[in-house]
């Protein structure tokens, strides 16, 4: 077999192996030889079936499967072979000329093929002893605490009805029709449907035409929705709701207190308030980390400077944008709306995929150098996580990431990037310093390209999917809101 190297320009490489027809027969007569005892053909007895024959019967298919398994498994072994590791998947090229494929399976013909893949970087690790970062820590305030369970006691309160008419603050049980020019819209008609006035849950001026009104009070509210609602057929329109009271029910004093806890599952407030401000911690801990990890990011990215494999930035750039693509799609806006183009877009979204790739490279040799390994266990337990957000489709998740390997790669690859920065954490120079929760809460401005992108980028969703992406959120999520009925999604 001859491995000739046709290409050697940057990162990119391309192969040309050729193995001679003879080597090619030879294997295959290997093969009729293994088999000849095990075939059967009318007329002949079991092993006395003629090479000849066998060969006319059985050597294409033969040949077909050793052309199979040598582009399947030769790659691999080119590669170690060279020292060299490749980005992607190396592509494959064979000839389409099917006189000269008739030719190769008869091993009349040369097997020629190319590989053309991208080589990863030489990457040479540098000391991690001069990155030094300022870790933001909050102090907890018992008011703090107590503000939250106060807002999860009134989650959680009980109403009365009342006679009398509705004030802020009551709850109204009402059936709506939403309509616009006369005509009800989908997502605009409910039944049964509570609303607390002054919660701000339905579009405004919505719930201040109910205060005032009493239980078996017929009103019909004009409204005007939004210009950025998110239904395009409802955006900046004028709708109008006939809306029925079928109740009104005063809410009933707070009180935090062990009944109140038990009500919520919990054995006494002293492990409520435990719990809120675990939750607190926890946020606030989410933050924390994510500002280290940026700050890390940052001076790695301003470390190490090498051309990065344009096949994985593709890749990487090509995610970044469908998301952009689709966030757009989603709210009906345009790159103009957003102060920007779309070629100038793309361009700083090409910078963001650069970096993402170029730290990602560093982070895996960072992280192989130092032992890091993402252990079966830590597998499973992300592999878990993911079944609970999909009840009910628990088998076809766990065959889809057993089949498929890039699947579970891509479960590996946050955790093994989250384990590279802990150790990263025990070489660096780590400062804490001591804010407020308004000061952690502050948004920042990416620094490098991730400013740039910002700038060039639909600034809300896209923008911070984005960042999201690369595991820079710029604030704890918020715990998920109760989802609503259609009908409450049209009215807000």
Not at 92 to 121: G, H, N, R
Not at 406 to 435: C, N, Q, Y
Request: zero cysteines; proline letters at 4%.
């Amino acid at each position: 077999m001859q491995v000739i190297e046709t290409l050697a320009e940057g990162l990119k490489r391309e192969i040309k192996v050729v193995i001679p027809a003879k080597d090619m027969e030879t294997r295959m007569n290997e093969r009729l030889a293994d088999v000849k005892d095990k075939v059967r053909i009318n007329g002949f007895r079991p092993g006395k079936v003629p090479a000849a024959h066998l060969k006319k019967v059985y050597g294409k298919s033969i040949m077909a499967d050793l052309v199979n398994e040598i582009v399947r498994e030769q790659p691999t072994s080119i590669l170690a072979e060279r020292g060299e590791k490749s980005a992607t998947q190396p592509e494959i090229a064979m000839t389409e000329d099917k006189d000269e494929a008739e030719q190769i399976l008869a091993a009349q013909k040369d097997f020629e093929f190319t590989l053309s893949y991208e080589v990863l970087p030489p990457i040479e690790l540098k000391s991690n002893k001069g990155i030094k970062i300022t870790r933001e820590v909050v102090d907890i305030s018992e008011d703090e605490v107590n503000e939250q369970v106060l807002k999860v006691a009134e989650s959680a309160r009980s109403y009365e009805t009342k006679k009398g008419k509705a004030a802020d603050g009551d709850r109204v049980t009402m059936d709506y029709v939403g309509k616009v020019d006369g005509v009800a819209f989908d997502g605009g008609t409910d039944q049964g449907a509570e609303l607390v006035l002054g919660s701000g849950r339905f579009i405004p001026g919505f719930e201040d035409q109910l205060v005032g009104t009493k239980a078996g009070e017929e009103k019909t509210i004009t409204v005007t929705f939004p210009a950025d609602y998110p239904a395009k057929n409802l955006a900046g329109a004028e709708a109008t709701f006939d809306v029925t009271v079928k109740d009104v029910a005063a809410p009933a004093d707070v009180e935090i207190n062990d009944e109140l806890a038990k009500k919520l599952g919990l054995e006494s407030a002293d492990r409520l308030k435990e719990i809120v401000r675990g939750q607190i911690e926890s946020q606030y801990g989410s933050l924390t980390r994510q500002k280290v990890k940026r700050q890390i990011l940052d001076q790695l990215d301003e470390m190490y400077k090498f051309e990065t494999p344009t096949s994985l930035v593709d890749a990487e750039y090509n995610g970044i944008w469908n998301q952009v693509s689709n966030d757009l799609a989603q709210s009906g806006k345009t790159f103009e709306d957003e102060d920007t183009t779309e070629e100038q877009a793309r361009e700083e979204y090409k910078k963001l995929a650069e970096r993402r790739v170029r730290l990602g490279l560093v982070l895996s040799e960072i992280g192989e150098k130092a032992g890091v390994e993402v252990s079966e266990d830590e597998m499973q337990r992300a592999i878990y996580d993911q079944l609970r957000q999909y009840p009910g489709q628990e088998k076809q998740i766990l065959e889809f990431f057993r089949s498929q390997p890039g699947a579970a790669a891509s479960i590996r690859a946050p955790i093994f990037e989250e384990k590279v920065i802990d150790h990263l954490l025990t070489e660096i120079d780590v400062t804490d310093k001591k804010v407020t929760k308004e000061e952690l809460l502050a948004d920042e401005e990416g620094e490098g390209s991730e400013k740039e992108a910002k700038k060039a980028a639909p600034k809300k969703k896209a923008a911070a999917k984005a960042e999201a992406a690369e595991g820079e959120e710029a604030a704890p999520k918020k715990k998920a809101a109760p989802k609503k009925k259609a009908s409450e999604e049209g009215a807000e």
